[in-house]
């Protein structure tokens, strides 16, 4: 799947022949996916097992308990953070509980570094709440870091970018495909935001081989169905839990308490503790959604099988 667009899919038959578009409603389908149409090529009949997948909670009114895959079959996850506007640690330690979920790898990359004078702050404090995972810088622009963000789809791999709007995603997509075919615009200079440029995800492929998927602004970034992605994304609050005297421990008053005893000598910043806790206690809210939406699907009779994140 190349293209996602309203009710249609562009797919890849070969590399040598333009996308067949076909029909894809019905069809739980994103970009990256392999699938099988009929021999009219009229519509999506199947698609094949991912073996990974991005997937966060639908983000409107009315579906928050369903899933949404913004794209599948993914080896690297870029999550990009531009430069030019103060570190966000918390949409980070989102981004990271649904990239180290989707089963590919997650890779920080800090854009717009011909526009700084100095990244180390930004790259410090992003660091610290990114433990065991790449950070690097790059410039669309200037081709800074460019080259090193390519070799990531060496061996055809894909690699799949996300980030909010105005980071200057399609100004790096146009660098890592060396030429201009992502639209971009100026951002706001107030605030450094900018708008959608990207209105439909795609997967690109690459000059050297491998496969960019570029996808729109992800504004919202909701928590779906966590495996282990809040313990891989915590693994250093993890770390600490394991020498608290009980193991049910709360990390709050009891006795013995690894992490408390870090944030009180400076260890561990107490809003690193605060956000593991509130994600948890949205990914137990979420839970306890889906099991209301599969009962009720129960009662009228609509058996409606639980999504699991990379599988169909």
């Known amino acids: 799947m190349s293209r996602l667009d309203r009710g249609w899919s562009s797919v890849l038959v070969s590399l040598d022949e333009l996308p067949v578009r076909v029909r894809n409603i019905g069809a739980d389908v994103a970009v990256g996916d392999f699938v099988v149409f ?74 717009k570094v011909d526009l700084v004078d100095d990244p180390a702050p930004t790259l410090a404090a992003l660091h610290d709440v990114a433990p065991g995972v790449d950070i690097l810088v790059a410039s669309g622009i200037t081709g800074d870091g460019v080259e090193v963000l390519r070799g990531y789809a060496a061996s055809n791999a894909t690699i799949a970018l996300l980030g909010a709007s105005g980071v200057g995603k399609s100004t790096l997509v146009n660098s890592l495909v060396r030429h201009g075919r992502m639209i971009t615009a100026e951002v706001r200079e ?9 209105t439909a995800s795609e997967l690109i492929r690459l000059v050297e081989g491998g496969w960019l998927i570029d996808t729109p602004g992800v504004r919202a970034v909701s928590l779906w169905s966590s495996g282990r992605g809040i313990e891989n994304a915590f693994a250093d609050v993890f770390e600490l839990m394991d020498h608290c005297r009980f193991r049910d421990c709360k990390h709050d008053n009891e006795p013995d308490c690894a992490v408390s005893a870090a944030v009180a000598d400076g260890r561990l910043d107490p809003k690193r503790l605060d956000s593991m806790k509130r994600l948890v206690a949205e990914e137990a809210a979420l839970e306890a959604e889906q099991r209301a939406q599969e009962k009720a699907l129960d009662k009228r009779g609509v058996r409606k099988p639980r999504a699991v994140p990379g599988r169909h």
Not at 81 to 93: A, K, V, Y
């Open 38 to 111: 009929g021999a009219d090529e009229e519509r999506v009949e199947h698609v094949l097992d991912r073996h990974s997948a991005f997937v966060r909670r639908a983000s409107f009114e009315g579906n928050r308990a369903e899933a949404h895959t913004i794209a599948a079959n993914i080896d690297v996850v870029m999550l990009l953070h531009g430069l030019t506007s103060p570190p966000n640690q918390r949409r980070l330690e989102r981004e990271l509980v649904l990239a180290w979920d989707s089963g590919a790898r997650p890779v920080v990359v800090l854009t």
């Open 190 to 198: 107030g605030d450094q935001r900018g708008r959608h440029t990207t």
